[in-house]
């Protein structure tokens, strides 16, 4: 059985807002048992807002969080740091209404967690385990969750674009896989839709700097990818953040087709209302390959 966990120290970590454009600081702070994830909106009155679905708004090109009409907005590639990474209980002040895009990815956050350093706290974490399935479907984009073994993502996704056409991963979440193989990848966007997201009040921080362009028939980024399917790599990274915000772990596998935020969070609000299909249990002893050493 596993222990929760928060970060050793406080972090300290400052940077561009992806849609609004502006500077916004970070504070993580070590949280007691039982917490979660609290975002404090440090220049609203310490407005706390807790990472869960109930507080989900909006998930319109970002996952964004409410409480008492303040808000929090891209919040999800922090989310996946702290899951990724068995964060379970932390705050999060922020002085601005969105978490920094960072370089696109989640690995400066994932690197500052380690470098702090991850403290065990005496009471053990449960889990959801799914042992029915539960499928949203809403168009072309699917998403289900079936019983396994541990935590298991398989993601297609398909563009007509010369630069990737079709992607598709399978992998299995624990700390070692989500360090090396999805921390790492960066969000993208098509230059064709820059200037639509631009007079929606969005994208106004993005840039090569923090994001895959896509030009018409190729990557704009002189450094090119990371990985040759960086693309897919991410709306995985996206997916286990939003997953997240169920609160506590799943055990189980899920299977994504052209999903975003809005098909992520629909299938937790399918499983909170599946009673019948899962059961919270203590975390199981995780697979030999996830028998990871806490930093």
């Not at 809005?262 to 019948?276: H, V």
């Amino acid at each position: 059985m596993r222990l929760q966990n928060t970060i050793k120290k406080e972090i300290y970590l400052e940077g561009k807002g992806l849609h609004t454009g502006l500077t916004i600081k970070l504070r993580l702070r070590p949280a007691p048992r039982d917490t979660g994830v609290v975002f404090v909106r440090t220049d609203k009155g310490n407005v706390e807002i807790k990472a869960s679905v109930s507080s989900v708004s909006d998930t319109a090109f970002a996952t964004t969080l409410s409480s008492n009409g303040v808000r929090v907005g891209t919040v999800e590639h922090l989310l996946s740091a702290f899951s990724g990474l068995n964060v379970d209980n932390v705050y999060v002040d922020i002085n601005g209404p969105e978490v920094p895009v960072m370089d696109g990815s989640a690995i400066a956050f994932v690197s500052s967690i380690l470098e702090a350093g991850i403290a065990q706290q005496a009471k053990t974490i449960s889990c959801i385990r799914i042992y029915k399935p539960i499928v949203v479907m809403e168009g072309p984009s699917q998403i289900a969750i079936t019983p396994y073994e541990g935590t298991k993502i398989t993601y297609r996704l398909y563009y007509t674009h010369p630069a990737f056409g079709e992607q598709k991963m399978g992998i299995d979440i624990y700390r070692n896989s989500f360090i090396d193989e999805l921390a790492p990848a960066r969000t993208f966007g098509f230059l064709s839709d820059v200037e639509k997201l631009r007079a929606r009040g969005l994208a106004r921080g993005g840039s090569l700097e923090n994001a895959i362009v896509l030009g018409q028939s190729d990557i704009i980024n002189k450094n090119m990818l990371r990985y040759e399917d960086e693309f897919v790599r991410h709306k995985i990274l996206d997916l286990v953040g939003d997953i997240s915000l169920l609160g506590v772990p799943v055990y189980g596998h899920i299977i994504a087709n052209k999903s975003g935020h809005t098909m992520n969070i629909k299938l937790l609000q399918k499983i909170l209302l599946s009673r019948d299909s899962w059961e919270i249990v203590s975390e199981p002893t995780v697979k030999l390959s996830a028998l990871e050493s806490i930093a």
